[in-house]
């Protein structure tokens, strides 16, 4: 589905793809992550020579939001260096599901033209959680 982004949101997704460390995939992510009171918290991944110890986009801002107190995720927003759509890995599928209101939007907002978005629901069908 097609969605819009802020302007101020897309553009600092732009600009902290710079502020991304990727020297081993040279893939630049940065996520933002809106809150259930309307404040926005961004993240860009973080690469490591111990490969699996890098930390994507999106968990970053989780971390950030979860950090200063938020507790539920009402939209997610993700961009990159690579031309066209990217979606969260599945490890940060079930990262935003574990915050996620219901109908949570997750927006992959490319360099130029229309963001699409999908639900957390449909990018993570029965997802694990606890309390749902
Ligand atoms: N990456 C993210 O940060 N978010 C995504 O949604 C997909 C992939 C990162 C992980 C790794 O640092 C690089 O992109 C290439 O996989």
Redesign the pocket.
């Known amino acids: 589905m097609t969605a819009s982004t802020p302007p101020a949101v897309a553009a600092e997704l732009r600009r902290l793809l710079a502020n991304?460390h990727?020297p081993?995939?040279?893939?630049?992510?940065s996520?933002a992550v809106e809150c259930e009171d309307g404040a926005v918290h961004y993240g860009?991944?973080?690469?490591n020579a111990a490969y699996p110890q890098?930390?994507?986009?999106?968990?970053?801002a989780i971390s950030g939001a979860i950090t200063s107190g938020r507790k539920g995720i009402r939209r997610v927003w993700?961009a990159?260096s690579l031309p066209g759509f990217?979606?969260?890995?599945g490890g940060?599928r079930q990262k935003i599901w574990e915050f996620a209101e219901p109908g949570c939007e997750v927006v992959s907002v490319p360099e130029t033209g229309e963001a699409q978005s999908h639900t957390i629901e449909a990018l993570l069908p029965l997802g694990f959680r606890l309390d749902r």
């Open positions: 991304s990727a081993y995939s040279g893939v630049h992510v996520a860009v991944n973080v690469e890098g930390v994507c986009a999106e968990a970053s993700v990159s990217i979606w969260p890995c940060c």
